[in-house]
């Protein structure tokens, strides 16, 4: 298992400006602190974790056969991914969860769930090699 500590500034996030006086960006609480992976050695899974300030349910949706994304029951952030990794690569699998994540984000309306999006695709991608150290031990 890898843990992997965040740091909110390294990842920008656009901020949307409303009026001349009200400006919009993520909330703290939709930044996750760190990102773990593991793989399960039984099932093949492998599961990359985000660990946020708060405690919130997920909801497991299928993103494709052999991708699955948990996503909080009320914010809609991305709280965990599970993949099917037996063939997987660390770049293979990277690029399976920024393709998925890419192709939310366009379905998205709200502007917490975009940036959040936006902010797991960057950390998945820049951090692609401690996340998925476990398929290499």
């Not at 919130?56 to 991914?81: A, P, T, Y």
């Not at 599970?82 to 309306?109: F, G």
């Not at 709200?110 to 692609?128: A, C, G, P, T, W």
């Amino acid at each position: 298992m890898s843990l992997v500590t965040i740091r909110a500034e390294e990842y920008a996030t656009e901020k949307q400006q409303i009026g001349k006086k009200l400006l919009i960006e993520l909330s703290p609480y939709d930044i996750p602190s760190e990102v773990k992976g593991e793989l399960d050695k039984e099932s093949g899974i492998f599961h990359v974790y985000f660990l946020y300030p708060d405690k919130e349910d997920s909801i497991s949706r299928d993103l494709n056969e052999k991708l699955s994304i948990k996503v909080g029951k009320h914010s809609g952030k991305i709280l965990g991914f599970e993949v099917k990794a037996a063939k997987y690569d660390i770049n293979e699998l990277a690029l399976t969860i920024v393709s998925a994540v890419d192709q939310q984000i366009e379905t998205l309306e709200k502007f917490n769930q975009k940036e959040n999006y936006k902010l797991i695709r960057s950390v998945v991608d820049r951090e692609r090699n401690p996340i998925f150290s476990d398929l290499t031990a």
